[in-house]
């Protein structure tokens, strides 16, 4: 079988989430036939780079639309594409996200998209009541235009949680969750004066911008009162000038991108995903579980893992800063009390967010297309 995957990543790369899903869903379809990758994004002009890899077959950019016309093709890139590629080549068109394939012209082999981006809720610009009615309006016109891009392009979409698949209703859709490997378990954290939160993200990303700047101004304070000597990491990529704004508040250390993430859980006493917009699921949640340590999360980020992980079972939900600060308090107190919920959640980690149940959802999904196809 002869595969394409068009992307707005490039396989490899493990620095943040959505490029490391790229790597899983690449490996997965090699091991149904030869792969080729499309770098296909939006961008500042119309462009073409010298592909860096023999398996990248080109590196195309075109100017950044509207949401009225993400989600269609786009003319501009066909010459482009002709020069590097022929579409009808290749059984099975692989989307990594809705738009790389999306824009492409038609072509004969079967379209499976990975839509984890289909379903985005928008932050409103201001508390304002209007900020966050546009906002509310935004996020359900997206999710109509994804709705009828998918029905009219894909063959099968996979999602990457019930929630999303629930939402979307398409008949030929199944989930694909995201992936975290089970790490030998530390000790659970002893109560001392100085315990550790942290949060682990791509920092740049406004839904966990936003959600770190909250929690370091409505709740972070009200930690530390408690506990004077508490440190807060926010590890992730992010500009200096931001990183060193958020390090300017007490107890606050932002080292960036670190290549040992393992250290930072070792090290933390718990961990924290207040994020209340965006899309997809939080990987953070996953390696927190894996590596031991008991994720405070918000009801939406808990939305993305139900029923496979649910709050007071296998995560701590709180929302609002009175009950975050409560949650966070009671872990400091006592880490020892999360030991139930941090085993039980380590195990459907290991069960349902595998890369083996990765690449047999994969599976399923190509055989089935195959078969369609015959």
């Excluded at 009615?133 to 016109?141: C, G, P, R």
């Excluded at 949680?161 to 398409?170: K, S």
């Excluded at 007071?312 to 139930?340: F, Q, Y």
Aim: glycine fraction near 6%; aromatic fraction near 8%; charged fraction near 20%.
């Amino acid at each position: 079988m002869k595969i394409l995957l068009a992307s707005a990543y490039q396989p490899g790369d493990y620095s943040f989430g959505a490029a490391q899903r790229t790597t899983l869903l690449r490996d997965a379809l090699a091991r149904h036939g030869e792969v080729n990758t499309l770098i296909l994004r939006e961008g500042e002009v119309l462009s073409c780079q010298t592909a860096p890899r023999p398996d990248i077959v080109a590196n195309i950019s075109y100017p950044a639309r509207d949401l009225f016309q993400k989600y269609g093709n786009v003319a501009e890139i066909v010459p482009l594409l002709s020069q590097h590629l022929d579409l009808d080549a290749y059984d099975l068109v692989a989307g990594r996200y809705l738009a790389p394939l999306l824009t492409l012209p038609a072509f004969r082999g079967r379209a499976v998209i990975d839509a984890d981006d289909a379903y985005y809720r928008y932050p409103p610009s201001s508390p304002r009541i209007t900020a966050r009615w546009i906002a509310q309006a935004k996020t359900v016109a997206r999710t109509m235009i994804s709705r009828r891009a998918l029905h009219r392009r894909a063959d099968h979409t996979w999602f990457c949680c019930e929630r999303d698949h629930a939402l979307f209703g398409l008949p030929a859709a199944s989930v694909l969750p995201n992936v975290a490997p089970i790490h030998t378990a530390s000790e659970t954290p002893a109560p001392t004066e100085a315990p550790v939160v942290v949060l682990v993200g791509a920092l740049w990303y406004r839904p966990n911008r936003d959600a770190l700047e909250w929690f370091i101004t409505h709740c972070w304070p009200r930690v530390r009162k408690h506990y004077p000597q508490a440190r807060f990491r926010a590890v992730g990529a992010a500009p200096p000038a931001l990183r060193e704004q958020w390090a300017r508040h007490t107890g606050v250390e932002c080292p960036g991108f670190v290549p040992d993430l393992a250290a930072e859980y070792r090290a933390a006493t718990l961990t924290i995903a207040p994020i209340t917009t965006g899309g997809g699921t939080q990987i953070k949640v996953l390696e927190s579980l894996a590596h031991g340590r008991v994720p405070v999360v918000s009801s939406f980020v808990a939305s993305g893992f139900a029923p496979l992980l649910r709050g007071g079972e296998s995560l701590i939900v709180a929302d609002g800063a009175d009950d975050t600060v409560r949650a966070v308090l009671n872990v400091m107190d006592d880490p020892s009390a999360t030991h139930a919920i941090v085993r039980h959640g380590q195990a459907r980690v290991a069960e349902f967010f595998s890369v083996a149940h990765f690449n047999r959802v994969v599976a399923d999904t190509v055989a089935a297309l195959a078969g369609r196809r015959a």
